[in-house]
């Protein structure tokens, strides 16, 4: 068994500090677990990824290479670019319950393709959630309903608190990690260049499976019932609120796919949990987590350059010093994402990827930048839920409309506004929220190409009930917040 810690991965990309310090620890104790399970392993730090595995091939006069298929494109080409002297043996990858060939034999028949669908299928498919004694069997789902997001999308009342993490005290493995880490940062900084972002302690993230496995455990017991009703919420002083925390070890393979939604399935049921929070959240691993996967295959190499709305402004300097924007909103969650390399779905989707789409900022340089700074960030994931869900870079493939809100979507469904220097209600001058400002700008830069979209005609209408001259000075707020 081969297992290279490469800091070439650098010269692509600076990822997060907290990122590295979980992948090369899972590594390092993985390694461990393999020899104690009576396996050869050779564990190699090294500088370059290529020149490790060849030396490794010729040093021990390898044959053959077997290799579980990576899920992302780059890293395959990148392994099969070096040209190995072998052959390369691809088994099938455990990460996820679709194949890829099973995923476009599902894909292939549809015009336009909608998660609920597929979703629909996985269920059935897996037998995950559905009515026992339905017939045929397993054709209904359990409780009569598929969906229960409706359910799912409440504000946050006043105090809203969600159970506390659980973490992990770094054990003397991840505290070398960290050190090669701070080392590997300085040394950046040294040379004049920029450091990794975000902050390497505390760290606490789940290292190993047993970890890994406390993590879904704990979730089960504190936050499984009340996973439904505040998934959207966004609060100050909350990062996690009664989100699994999963992904990164989903991603990573310290956890399967299928034995999590067994194992949510089994307690939530015997716990008598809520079903809106039980199907929400395996709706979320066996729906979404499998679809963005299997889109990103369908979709094909174009896909990640895709950019729909001709967007080209360079990311603002505050994004990448994760700070400094002068919004509550923003800066409340790039301080979460410096401390920890997380925030949740709705702060993504709908205060980082909301401003990208409405500012127009370059869609490449957006993915590269979430890539970069998230714990669970791979190339599969960011291109659709970037790309796609976040910017409607690919004009529709993945959603229906853009997720293109103003200011109020974050006051009603945050608590963010009360702290912040701007004026969520207005629009225009100096005081005015920038989201209000982007937002109504956003929609009539491309009030032609939106209207085309029945889904969005109710903005559109109210775009067209703004008055004229308030019109233009909004859009010259715009061009204020965007220097
Ligand atoms: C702009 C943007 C960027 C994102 N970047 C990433 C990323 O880098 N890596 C990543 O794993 N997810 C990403 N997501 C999806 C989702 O936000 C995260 O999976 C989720 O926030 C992870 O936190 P959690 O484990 O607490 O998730 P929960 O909200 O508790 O959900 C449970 C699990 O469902 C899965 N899941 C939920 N939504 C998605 C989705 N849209 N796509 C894929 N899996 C999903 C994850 O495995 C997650 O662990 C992104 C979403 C958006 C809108
Ligand atoms: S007022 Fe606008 S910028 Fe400030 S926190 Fe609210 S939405 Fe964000």
């Excluded at 034999?105 to 549809?110: F, I, K, L, T, V």
């Excluded at 499976?209 to 996973?227: K, M």
Aim: glycine share 8%.
């Amino acid at each position: 068994m081969l297992l290279i810690e490469s800091d070439s991965v650098l010269a692509r990309r600076r990822y997060h500090r907290q990122k590295l310090v979980l992948v090369w620890s899972a590594m390092r104790h993985f390694a461990a677990d393999l020899r104690q399970d009576g396996w050869t392993v050779d564990y190699c730090e090294a500088t370059s990824f290529a020149a490790a595995l060849s030396d490794w091939i010729a040093v021990h006069g390898i044959s053959a290479l077997h290799l579980m298929e990576p899920a992302e494109r780059p890293f395959r080409q990148a392994i099969e670019r070096l040209n190995l002297p072998i052959p390369l043996h691809w088994h099938r990858s455990n990460a996820f319950l679709w194949s890829r060939e099973d995923f476009a034999d599902w894909a292939r028949p549809y015009r336009q393709l909608r998660m609920e669908l597929f979703y629909r299928e996985s269920r059935r498919r897996f037998g995950v959630l559905m009515e026992p004694a339905a017939e045929p069997a397993g054709s209904k789902p359990l409780g009569g309903q598929w969906n229960y997001d409706q359910a799912n999308r409440k504000p946050p009342p006043k105090g809203l608190a969600g159970p506390a993490p659980l973490s992990f005290e770094p054990d003397a493995i991840t505290h070398a990690v960290i050190a090669k880490v701070e080392r590997l940062h300085e040394d950046l900084e040294i040379r004049g260049e920029s450091g990794l972002p975000g902050r390497s302690e505390p760290f606490g993230w789940a290292v190993t499976r047993p970890q890994a496995l406390a993590v879904l455990e704990h979730f089960i017991a504190t936050r499984l019932d009340g996973f439904g009703p505040y998934q959207d919420a966004m609060v100050q002083g909350q990062p996690t609120l009664w989100h699994a925390l999963l992904s990164p070890y989903l991603n990573l393979g310290l956890l399967g796919p299928l034995e999590v939604i067994r194992r949510l399935e089994q307690a939530g049921l015997e716990r008598g949990s809520p079903l809106a929070s039980l199907e929400g959240v395996i709706r979320q691993i066996l729906g979404w987590r499998e679809y963005t996967h299997g889109l990103y295959w369908w979709f094909g190499p174009d896909y990640p350059r895709r950019n729909h709305f001709g967007a080209d402004r360079p990311l603002p300097t505050w994004l990448e010093h994760l700070g400094g924007s002068g919004m509550a909103c923003m800066d409340t969650v790039l301080a979460e994402l410096a401390a920890t390399g997380y925030v949740h779905h709705i702060q993504r989707l709908m205060v980082l990827a909301n401003y990208g789409l409405i500012a127009g900022l370059d869609p490449q340089a957006l993915t590269d930048w979430f890539h970069r700074q998230f714990i669970d960030g791979y190339d599969w994931v960011m291109q659709t839920n970037v790309i796609g869900m976040g910017l409607f870079a690919d004009g529709g493939l993945l959603a229906s409309k853009p997720y293109a809100a103003s200011g109020s979507y974050i006051n009603r469904m945050s608590t963010y506004c009360k702290g912040c220097r701007y004026d969520v209600k207005r629009r225009s001058g100096p005081q005015a929220c920038p989201f209000n400002a982007l937002y109504w700008d956003f929609l009539a830069r491309h009030q032609d190409s939106l209207a085309r979209n029945p889904r969005m005609a109710l903005m559109i209408r109210q775009l067209e009930k703004v008055p004229a001259e308030e019109l233009v000075d909004i859009r010259t707020t715009a061009r204020t917040v965007l220097g």
